[in-house]
């Protein structure tokens, strides 16, 4: 074969390689950060009214989903026929909804509970490693676990796109990361049925 035809293959096969490394690294850097239990359920938007979206995810009971979260983020508003993703907590509450596609900056922060905390528990102080304090709102959704959270004992934080607390998991961060593929390794691929459930997309 001529030098010149090995050469061209080559650089086919470099260029391939580098746009498939380029999008695998989009598609991390575009998954939501979730905690163990956390579960992704897709669902269609059935009707939009009174400021809440009706969802079937597939479930016996519809899902209700206030819009005002995705207004919140500046996401366009949600109508009959859309499909959605709604992403629910370890106790089957709210953490988020996004139509596919849409970028999820969520983020993990790990560290410990610093007092004295708001009686409200609407607000946390969160220590981290590095020796750094962060202040962060808690959402309504999160404030039980929050406030269960003993200070002082590592835990990860998921932070949403506006810089609130929507879950935590006691540990450290790699032990909930160990955690949460241990759990994706126990769910089933349903890739037929209505309603999929996923972690750490």
Known sequence: M?????QVIAMAVWFTATA????????LETRPQLLPGDRVLLGTV?????????????????RFVPIGVRK???LLDL????RVEVTVNDQNLLVDV???????RHRLVQGQLVGPRATSHDKAVIHTPGGEEESHVVRPVARSKVASIPLGVDAVFLIDEL???????VGSEETVRRTAELWRKKLPHHSNDPMTETLGR
């Open 2 to 6: 001529p030098r010149h035809s090995l």
């Open 20 to 27: 498939f490394a380029s999008d695998a690294v989009t598609e």
């Open 46 to 62: 059935e009707e939009v009214r009174s400021g809440q979206a009706r969802i079937d995810t597939g479930e016996v009971e519809r």
């Open 72 to 74: 919140e983020k500046g």
């Open 79 to 82: 109508n009959k026929g859309d």
């Open 98 to 104: 996004h139509k596919p596609g849409e970028t999820s």
């Open 163 to 169: 810089d609130k607390i929507v879950d935590v998991s």
